[in-house]
């Protein structure tokens, strides 16, 4: 595929290098266009290197290809990114003054814009405007992401993640008129990692889970455009770029923080492996031993269940079920009382939850692995539905599902 990449004059341009690299990698031709201004931010010379392309910006290099009528004739899809207030305003009044917009009035192909600025410009009528105007032509227009933007503050206005942008390009050219993704506008809350519960200042009570699969599941949702917030736990990975880390040690600590952020989330995932127990007491100084004294015993009291508690709070609040989605996790390992599926159901019910998704672990599975098998089973009673391969692709089939589930339910406002 022929692909047209527009860069805009916005800080946001260097992410745009990876997406190139997205394009060149999935095998398309692509010719990078640079605005004046993006190359103030990414040089040509790293277009030109990335893309395997010439890059120009005027329309009067190699006049003899007329570029500016060429380009945008031979593009299969046309993206914009970061689509700065300027580029956006000047597409909607169908401005020409340089190559890139020539090529737009020349595209026959699909157009797809990936704003990126300061949430005052995003939100300015004149901006609004001209967002509306592009999309009434059938141009796409991704929503920008919400978070952390050039200086320290934050709100919609960032790039999306190049991976949100790629997975846009591929739907519309695969003819998808609905181009935004399947969890554009929701709120995602998921905890990951084990948590950790303090015996004195220096030894606790934990637990093997890696986080690998809440930091995959934070990608996926990331990826499908979600505004994702990943509560984490210990985690032996770090968290992604594109979310909102909040950091945790304690199963009281991760209560209060999946509380708070449940209140305004469409979708809550429990992947976190959280200690059911804690020390009745938390000594204040070192535990030593001694000779003189009987070898001290740890006293355990029960942790509150926190998914439990989101269910409750949720059908509490006169929020109908399905405005928010909860799902939680069960690692099963069946004994001889019952199977892993039949514990698994029996835990749905118990935890009220909607999606609970299983995993059946042994002493050498899944904790820390790169692989998973899981069965997802729904509290609406639909058939269970079995995903396995890399946790990659065992939470892209998670997400999924579960914008399948919220499907006929409108983001939150
Ligand atoms: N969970 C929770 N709060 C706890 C313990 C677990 O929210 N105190 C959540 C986990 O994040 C997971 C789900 O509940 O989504 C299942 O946890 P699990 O420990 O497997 O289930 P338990 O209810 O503890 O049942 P059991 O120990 O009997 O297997």
């Known amino acids: 595929m022929r692909i047209v990449l527009g860069v805009g004059g916005g800080i946001a341009a260097y992410k745009v290098a990876s997406l190139l690299r997205l394009f060149t990698e999935a095998g398309h031709h692509v010719t990078v266009i640079p605005t004046e201004a993006a190359t103030r931010f990414v040089g040509t010379a790293t277009w030109e290197a990335l893309s395997g392309n010439p890059v120009s910006n005027s329309v009067f290099d ?6 500016h009528v ?9 993206v914009i990114a970061p689509a700065t207030a300027d580029l956006l305003a000047k597409a909607a009044t169908g401005q020409a003054g340089d190559l890139l917009t020539n090529t737009l009035l020349m595209a026959h192909g699909p157009v797809l814009f990936a704003p990126a600025m300061h949430t005052e410009m995003w939100q300015h009528a004149a901006t609004r405007a001209n967002v509306e105007t592009l999309r009434s032509r059938g141009v796409a227009v991704l929503e920008p992401a919400i978070g952390r933007l050039t200086g320290s503050d934050s709100g ?46 220096v030894r606790f009570l934990g637990n093997r889970s890696s986080g690998k699969q809440g930091v995959a599941l934070a990608v996926a949702a990331r990826n499908a455009g979600a505004t994702v917030r990943l509560i984490a736990a210990h985690m032996e990975v770090l968290p992604p770029p594109g979310v909102d880390v909040i950091k945790v040690e304690t199963a009281l600590q991760l209560r209060e ?9 469409d979708v809550v995932i429990m992947s976190a492996a959280v200690a059911d127990f804690r020390p009745a007491e938390v000594s204040s100084t070192k535990i030593k031993k001694r000779d003189d004294t009987a070898d ?7 942790n509150p269940d926190i998914l ?10 006169g929020s109908a079920e399905g405005e928010q989605l909860i799902v939680g996790f069960a690692a099963e390992t069946g004994d001889s009382h019952g199977d892993v599926l039949a514990y698994a159901e029996a835990k749905l019910q118990r935890k009220g939850c909607d999606l609970l998704v299983v995993n059946h672990v042994g002493a050498d599975k899944v904790f820390g692995q790169d692989t998973n098998s899981v069965v997802i089973l729904a509290r609406s009673g639909s058939e269970p539905q079995e995903a396995s391969g890399t946790k990659t692709q065992v939470s ?17 406002t």
């Open 156 to 201: 919609p206005g960032r790039l999306p993640e190049p991976e949100v942008i790629f997975d846009a390009a591929m739907a519309l050219v695969e003819g998808q008129s609905d181009y935004q993704l399947p969890l554009a506008g929701r709120t995602v809350t998921i905890s990951a990692g084990g948590t950790r519960e303090p015996l004195d200042p």
């Open 308 to 317: 439990h508690e989101l269910v409750e709070r949720r059908n509490s609040s």
């Open 62 to 67: 190699d006049v003899h290809q007329v570029n």
């Open 70 to 78: 060429r380009l945008g004739h031979e593009a299969d899809l046309v």
């Open 296 to 302: 001290p015993v740890i006293t355990l009291v029960r």
């Open 396 to 412: 892209a089939a998670i997400i999924s599902r579960i914008g399948f589930e919220l499907n006929h339910v409108s983001p939150r």
């Open 257 to 265: 923080a999946a509380l708070a952020a449940a209140a305004d989330s």
